[in-house]
């Protein structure tokens, strides 16, 4: 840990879910009832994770599917007993985008209770599966607040094939709702040849090289700007059960697997992280937005706040 360069406290986010957890595709274990027949990963994976965090001396937030929560509470339970933050992924996997506002809150009524009970901390942090929260699903913000979230990191500022808020803010921000004010932690995007692209987690992390990471991470802090970066414990187990994806979507899912758990080690050990609610602790907001009547607006002066 000696060779770690000085620089912010970053987040690093874990979406705690099985190696089936894709999104917007058609897999055999697209249809929850299947789940329970499916070979179970998440475990052994996530341990491996711990395990990494630990070696480093870093915390993290473990954005967990409730879903995950009612079969796995020991795991939940030893995740928060290191000393992480346990997080909510909503219960089934479901996309925001796509589900109405009452299923919505139901959902997530129901998995932030579930994690709250075998983790015994309370969930104040929400990642929507598959960053599904898009400028036509902001009204989800409002049914957060009102269920107690304090922290969303569900927006990626960037063009996606699903999911993304291409322009959106880069930095945290506040957003008031009539139901309560949240913080809006994007996930870092890094600017190469003039587009807003993410690089600290998933798929971009296993593809880029160490130098574009690290170029990435240097863009964000001489912004002052923590970044966050994630990762599904999947994404370390070269062992894991394949399926056949479409061409893209499969180079996408398991691209660079067999070197990820390397330069997850590698990064733990050059940057400081900590959970979602460490650093915005240690760096505040420097905006505010307000979400109201379906507008997103932004606030211009401390004094309308
Ligand atoms: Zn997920």
Request: a neutral charge; aromatic letters at 10%.
């Amino acid at each position: 840990m000696s060779d770690r360069t000085a620089g912010p406290l970053n987040a690093f986010c874990v979406d705690t879910e099985e190696w089936f957890h894709v999104c917007a595709v058609e897999t055999p274990w697209a249809d929850p009832s299947t789940w329970n027949a499916a070979p179970s990963r998440v475990e052994r994976d996530t341990d491996v994770i711990l395990q990494l965090l630990s070696d480093a001396g870093a915390k993290g937030t473990f954005p967990t599917l409730g879903w995950i929560a009612e079969r796995y509470p020991q795991m939940v339970r030893r995740i928060a007993d290191q000393g992480h933050e346990v997080g909510c992924h909503g219960y089934h996997h479901h996309l925001v985008y796509e589900q109405t506002p009452q299923a919505f809150r139901a959902e997530i009524d129901r998995a932030k209770k579930l994690l709250e009970d075998v983790s015994g901390q309370s969930v104040v942090t929400f990642r929507a599966p598959g960053f599904s929260i898009t400028r036509e699903a902001f009204w989800a913000y409002p049914i957060l607040a009102e269920l107690g979230f304090t922290i969303d990191t569900s927006i990626v500022p960037a063009a996606r094939t699903h999911g993304g808020v291409a322009g959106f803010s880069r930095d945290a921000c506040w957003l008031e709702t009539d139901h309560g004010t949240l913080t809006l932690f994007p996930v870092s995007v890094m600017d190469v040849a003039g587009r807003a692209i993410p690089f600290s987690g998933g798929g971009y992390l296993r593809l880029f090289p160490d130098s574009l990471t690290d170029a990435g991470f240097a863009q964000n802090h001489r912004a002052s700007r923590p970044v966050m970066a994630y990762i599904h414990p999947r994404e370390i187990d070269v062992d894991q059960p394949r399926m056949a994806l479409p061409w893209l979507r499969g180079f996408q899912y398991y691209v660079g697997i067999a070197d990820c758990e390397r330069k997850l080690r590698r990064m733990l050990a050059r940057y400081a992280f900590g959970s979602c609610q460490a650093v915005l602790a240690a760096h505040p907001p420097r905006e505010r937005w307000r979400y109201q009547a379906s507008q997103m607006t932004r606030v211009t002066t401390a004094a309308g706040a």
